[in-house]
């Protein structure tokens, strides 16, 4: 009896892989002629197309503009002014020693005039107590902040791109697996119908094919739901509609090999550290330009101008004068806002300080999580694949067993279900894997489009720095050109 279920078994084993077998050779056929998607191609289109992303550019653009306003405290400034009026006057004169009576003649004359003038004023500071100086610092040191924010950004589109890539994926091999499952349970219960017919089994077991069918269906459409679910959100970060995903493989290979060292990485790389350090060096460079409040202020100024109708009233005058002055102001007292002000951006110092450390005590612990999802994830797949293998022996020796009476029905769906759940894990575990390795890669701050080699041409965050740094006056942004 046990030769003749063994034979059943080992039949059994060779008809499902010689149904996997042709499975793998139509998808190899059918992905001849069509175009598939790979993990990397789609990380390339978020790259360029993800709105996040490009917002995020747009606001290292918008904070590079904060460096030509630093630097404008160095240049001169000029102005022209321009005056234009009306003016009438009735000039009355005695005129000799009058006569007998005292009555003098009056000589006089009525004008109409026309006072217009311009003037140009340039002035330039030579000394302000530093506040150009260090404002110029501290707006470099914002640049450098709000460019270690965007690559915080970039690592999370790339990091959420490669969950919501991984998870189509999934979700489509489990809709499969539950698919397959209902085949398989229609199956069973079609056999089990027919053995009640002949008297082999009872209704119970009629009744518990028809539970484990109804339960399959129910999986199914949960399946169902949760891969529309995860399509909606590929399309929200990549930007399309997955098609013919390609498996994606882990990115252990540019992993630090120990969590130490991991460790010692993302203190250094991590953008959520570098960020936190520019502004601490921002907050800094504040304190000073406060300070400068209380410092001498020194600046030239000169003023050219040229007035008519508009000297001691006579028309047809004209006055040209040019000259240049010194000024020098001391700050003695304000009204107090100059030290509170330099008492709040000392109290900022100090919040930008313990956000640094808050930074990177978030980052390491970021790493050991990472990690260790990412060990689970390794441990969870070599315990799936022998969970399936086992499985698949259970599932064949009872259907073999069940055959010849040793086994219920009940068995056979309970083996049948074993093997799902097993297969499920792991298609799961598989999932996990290549998501932690992209979180574990992102939790060092080494999640990059250079690092894991998109085939995109690299964001250049200078050019646009370089391009207004130094622009003395224009409205129109470089990409307006």
């Not at 069918?213 to 970060?237: D, V």
């Not at 969970?387 to 040793?406: C, D, F, P, S, W």
Request: glycine share 6%.
């Amino acid at each position: 009896m046990k030769g003749a279920v063994w034979t059943c078994i080992r039949s059994s084993r060779r008809r499902y892989f010689t149904i996997i077998a042709l499975t793998l050779l139509s998808v190899t056929v059918n992905s001849a002629h069509c175009r598939s998607e790979s993990l990397q191609s789609a990380l390339a289109r978020a790259y360029y197309a993800n709105p996040d992303l490009n917002q995020s550019r747009s606001k290292v653009r918008a904070q590079d503009e904060e460096a030509p306003k630093a630097l404008a405290g160095m240049r001169p400034k000029a102005s022209i002014g321009a005056n234009v009026g009306g003016l009438y006057g009735n000039v009355n004169i005695p005129f000799g020693s009058g006569d007998a009576a005292g009555r003098r003649t009056n000589f006089g004359e009525s004008y109409v005039g026309k006072p217009r003038g311009a003037t140009l004023n340039v002035s330039q500071t030579l000394f302000d107590g530093g506040a150009t100086t260090n404002n110029v610092r501290r707006a470099e040191s914002g640049v450098f902040a709000a460019r270690a924010s965007m690559r915080l950004t970039e690592q999370a589109i790339l990091q959420n791109g490669a969950t919501a890539y991984m998870n189509v994926l999934r979700d489509t091999a489990v809709l499969n697996l539950r698919k397959n499952n209902i085949g398989v349970l229609e199956q069973q219960l079609k056999l089990t119908q027919d053995r009640f017919d002949i008297g082999e089994v009872t209704r119970t077991d009629v009744a518990q094919a028809q539970s484990s069918l109804a339960q399959a269906k129910t999986e199914y459409y949960t399946a169902q739901a949760q891969l529309k679910n995860s399509i909606a959100t590929y399309r929200q970060i990549i930007g399309n509609e997955p098609d013919k995903l390609e498996p994606a493989r882990s990115l252990e290979p540019l992993l630090p090999h120990t969590l130490n060292e991991a460790i010692e990485v993302a203190i250094v790389e991590h953008p959520g550290v570098k960020a936190a350090i520019h502004q601490v060096d921002a907050a800094e460079m504040a304190v000073k330009v406060a300070e400068a409040a209380l410092a001498p202020n020194l600046s030239i100024n000169a003023q050219v101008s040229n007035n008519y109708d508009n000297f001691n009233g006579l028309p047809g005058s004209r006055a040209f004068l040019a000259g240049t002055s010194a000024q020098l102001n001391i700050p003695l007292y304000q009204g107090g806002s100059e030290y509170a002000s330099i008492r709040q951006a000392k109290e900022q110092l100090g919040q930008a300080r313990l956000n640094m450390d808050l930074q990177r005590d978030s980052v390491r612990a970021s790493v050991v999580s990472t990690y260790g999802l990412l060990d689970t994830a390794k441990s969870s797949i070599i315990s799936s694949i022998s969970a399936v293998k086992a499985a698949e022996i259970a599932l064949a020796g009872t259907r073999a067993e069940a055959k010849v009476g040793q086994r219920t029905t009940l068995d056979v769906l309970n083996a049948q279900q074993a093997l799902l759940n097993a297969r499920v894990s792991l298609v799961t575990a598989q999932r996990d894997r290549v998501v932690a390795s992209y979180a574990a890669l992102g939790s060092i701050g080494r999640l990059s489009a250079n690092e894991i080699n998109l085939d995109v041409q690299v964001y250049d965050v200078d050019r646009h720095y370089d391009q207004v740094k130094s622009k003395w006056m224009g409205v129109d942004t470089p990409g307006d050109k």
